[in-house]
């Protein structure tokens, strides 16, 4: 089965840290790009970072970068999202996506989503 399982979010203190999982099963990693995004209540959806097997460098959204750090574990073909510094803006339930092909290509090429994980910043 082809899927994306996100897990890992949580509530935590403004400063705090998590790490979210996503697993991927059905496909590889090395084939294909992976975002993670979010969506906060009342607003749209957004990306926050995308990692591709091909390119050199993730591509973060300009309100993470430095704070969150994307990775990704071939022998258990998983991603990781490293946060930390988190602050209330960053509440929102973020999603796990597959690109349609080995490039991150923007939002339209994501062709497989999880269900997404919650994570709440406050104090």
């Known amino acids: 089965q082809v899927q994306v399982v996100e897990s890992g979010g949580s509530w935590v203190q403004p400063g705090g840290s998590l790490r979210l999982s996503c697993a991927a099963s059905?496909?590889?990693?090395?084939?294909?790009?992976i975002g993670w995004l979010r969506q906060a209540p009342g607003k749209e959806r957004e990306g926050v970072v995308c990692i591709s097997p091909s390119e050199g460098k993730p591509y973060y959204a300009s309100s993470v970068k430095g704070r969150f750090t994307i990775s990704r574990d071939k022998a258990t073909n998983t991603v990781y999202l490293q946060m930390n510094r988190l602050q209330s803006e960053d509440t929102a339930v973020y999603y796990c996506?597959?690109?349609?092909?080995?490039?991150?290509?923007?939002?339209?090429?994501?062709?497989?989503w999880g269900q997404g994980t919650q994570v709440t910043v406050s104090s």
């Open positions: 059905g496909f590889s990693l090395d084939n294909y790009a």
């Open positions: 996506a597959k690109q349609k092909n080995q490039y991150c290509a923007g939002y339209s090429q994501y062709d497989l």
